[in-house]
């Protein structure tokens, strides 16, 4: 069983920034691509960055130039920087565990909350 835990979320400005860290207990990231999905009140969770195995990455266009994912494998870290936030950014950020074989399970974390506010 993996767990990942977030962390890093709270209040930021618009305009100003926030890094969110994803810890995972064992070390998944040769197995494992690592995604930040979010979900604001009466809205559907959407993928916002990933990271695969290879080290690629994908953004969703709310977020591109704004937002960077990237891992720390010798500390089983992924990391989301976010910069210029927005408050359309508000929302409970998950991480996001998704693997490569399909017989193994996909893991979350509990999420953090993230509010873009003045």
């Known amino acids: 069983q993996v767990q990942l835990v977030e962390s890093g979320g709270g209040l930021a400005q618009p305009g100003g920034s926030l890094r969110l860290s994803c810890a995972a207990s064992a070390r998944i990231f040769g197995f494992y691509h690592m995604n930040w999905y979010r979900q604001a009140p009466g809205k559907q969770r959407e993928l916002v960055a990933g990271?695969?195995?290879?080290?690629?990455?994908a953004y969703a266009d709310s977020v591109k130039g704004r937002f960077t994912i990237s891992r720390d494998n010798a500390k089983n870290t992924v990391y989301l920087q976010m910069n210029s936030l927005k408050p359309e950014d508000t929302a409970v950020y998950y991480c996001n565990a998704y693997p490569v074989l399909a017989t193994n399970n996909a893991y979350w974390g509990q999420g953090t909350q993230v509010t873009v506010s003045s």
């Open positions: 990271i695969t195995i290879g080290g690629g990455t």
